[in-house]
């Protein structure tokens, strides 16, 4: 073999490369094509050294793209020649401590090869309900540091046996630094708690007790990945009221998990878009149509609309439990109203002890809490309703860098936080809505946990202009006392209109339409149905719902009846309200409306809003659903499922002038309405013309659709529908929420554009 063409390269790879069983994957292709070298992690992500002819190292790194494991991905790589060594093999070494800005993977549903030893009578692992490898298990939930080693892992106090070592140190072996690793003899065990009396069973029957008080219509708990679900047998009426009435929860759905995809086929109407979905290797809550035919499933489970979120078993622990049970089970996240997923055992029956009384539960630890994602899958993409377990942290790299790291607080509702730091994005799981003690502290939690995994102290903190929002006062206090760190605030929708452009790289001026229910204003009114021109560096409001009131503040967003009433007085006085007569104007006294009349007039507890998803509420209130809302988007999801329920193409009038989005007409209309059934379709007709007739006005401008209201897929297909059929060009997020879930993302794009002028490349 001539000299020349010998040669030896050091290649730095960036990307999602630690823990997906990247390094053996690189050990064997580097025996295969006979080079010499090392592969060890670093803080960076993998560094490797090879040696050999210069065809053989080719063909190497043509397999790090086309071969790479399933759970892999690569941002970049970066190939140097250096200095040969004359190596004679190829090793994998021990991970070298460096700046950390590799980037995590997230918990993936266990793979079909574990699925396979599982249940197979013959493997030493029969049954065992913590099986995994490189390719699904836990990553996020248990790591406490990067590098992604056992050690920085809750798996560190369990002593593999040997037969696990083994497979541990075998690079052949598709176990090999599986940092969760273990089996019966080594890992964590199984245990049933009950809260009521002492609980001695045999290991071998803890799965049948709990299927037996399943069946007997008990809510048991059950420690997942990411915290304990609350479960109850979906197919009995009375365990899921149960339920409902011990969680305070009257209305809100539920998500069902089945033991398989043939009785989610029975139970709902799906599209093979859909169905990929379900069984991908996320295992999402997946929104979909009900089959009104299926008599399997409680009535209770939904109620009032035609939906039903549904996911398969994503952990070994639920493969089994579902396998013995056969029908599928409410599986819900243990938590109080405006709380985080609880994750232990003690905070479990302290926080609920009227919800669960018994609870099967192991003792690996889960460091960091993770619900479960949430999706609707349309024609085209899938659209991303709650990030969280199997896609969080979801990291990518942004092609704007910035010297200076930046983290983005979020929004009250729906909160995450993003990263940003050497160009790369790290959005963190879903953390939920802040309205209290509990969630706060789960939100200062989860952004001491990414610091200390990306060794991340920030220069730049972005929150919101909302003075009353808890993340922008923790900004406003961490700037205080860290006198270093700069704040940004940016307006509640232009971070919407960023999250798309994000998430899509797009850096020009787009027409956004950002359609919510709240989001504080720069004239200090509540904002939610803003038409902007929006660049990262600067917006302006092209459009926007006409301002109407709010009758009673919070009080009228918990009363869509209120907001209803709010809409007949823009048009009519008391005088008039009182005469028309209609199912809202009727569901108050003579007295509550001469009082709610005067409040208006003299602009009493009465906010401005210009919210798109309140004139949802006020719709849904004139179509005969007169009681507060039991959980926040009832009105739209009820209106949807009518929608559907009875399609057609009419249209109410929703007139644009001079940028204001007039719904006096539209309001005349609804409420002379001959049939009524009509009303949902026809006026969500109405918001899909109204955003089309908008688009027309700025024809060479690439459209982007963001907000809460966008979760609605009865508007959403239609909107598509009409832009693919007049070749516009438009953009929706896909990997990130599309509501609230997604602001910091915005946030974090508005600030890398700001600093990057001055101290970008």
Partial sequence: MSAELICRKRIQVTGIVQGVGFRPFVYQYANRYKLSGFVYNDGNGVVIEVEGQKSSIEKLYSALHAKKPPLARIDSIEVKEIPLRNSQSFEIIKSQRSDVSTMLSADISMCDECRKEMFDKSNRRYMYPFINCTHCGPRYTIVNALPYDRKNTSMNKFTMCPKCQEEYDDPNNRRYHAQPISCFECGPTLAIENLMQECHVDEEKLLDTIVHCINSGKTVALKGLGGYHLICDATQDEAVLELRRNKHRPKKPFAIMFPDMKFVQRAAVLSPQEERLIESKERPIVVVQKNRRCRVLSKYLAPDIDKLGVFLPYTPLHELLLKKLKKPIVATSANMSDEPIICDQKELFKKMPLVVQISLTHDRAILNACDDSVMLALSKQNIMLRLSRGFAPLSFVSKIKSNKKILAVGANQKNTI???????????????????????????????????????????????????????????????????????????????????????????????????????????????????????????????????????????????????????????????????????????????????????????????????????????????????????????????????????????????????????????????????????????????????????KYPNKKVVLSGGVFQNSYILKKIVSLFDANGIEYFIQAKTPINDGGISLGQAYCALHKYKDIYGN
């Fill in 418 to 696: 993003t990263l940003a730091f050497n160009g790369n994005m790290i959005v963190s799981p879903h953390i939920g809505d802040l309205n209290s003690i509990g969630a706060m502290e789960y939100f200062v939690k989860t952004v001491k946990t990414f610091k200390k995994l990306y060794s991340f102290e920030p220069d730049v903190i972005v929150c919101d202009k909302h003075p009353r929002y808890e993340t922008v006062k923790w900004a406003q206090k961490y700037a205080k006392e860290h006198k270093n760190v700069a704040v940004l605030q940016v307006q509640h929708h232009h971070a919407h209109a960023l999250a798309s452009m994000a998430e899509h790289n797009l850096d020009e001026e787009v027409l956004a339409f950002c359609f919510d229910g709240t989001g504080y204003g720069d004239d200090g009114t509540l904002w939610g149905g803003e038409v902007l021109l929006a660049s990262p560096s600067q917006y302006k409001r092209v459009a926007h719902l006409k301002n109407f009131m709010l009758l009673g503040g919070e009080k009228a967003v918990k009363e869509p009846r209120r907001i209803a009433l709010s809409l007949l007085f823009e048009s009519c006085d008391v005088k008039k309200i009182i005469e028309i007569g209609n199912c809202v104007t009727n569901s108050f006294t003579k007295k509550e409306l001469e009082t709610l009349y005067l409040m208006r007039k003299r602009g009493i507890n009465t906010p401005k809003t210009s919210s798109i998803g309140r004139l949802f509420d006020a719709v849904y209130a004139l179509c005969g659903y007169l009681e507060p809302l039991a959980y926040e988007g009832e009105s739209g999801m009820i209106l949807e499922s009518l929608a559907q329920a009875n399609p057609t193409d009419k249209s109410y009038t929703l007139p644009i002038k001079r940028g204001k989005i007039e719904y006096e007409v539209l309001m005349k209309e609804i409420q002379f309405e001959k049939n009524k059934k009509q009303i949902p379709a026809k006026f969500m007709n109405s918001i899909v013309n109204m955003i089309f007739d908008i688009t027309q």
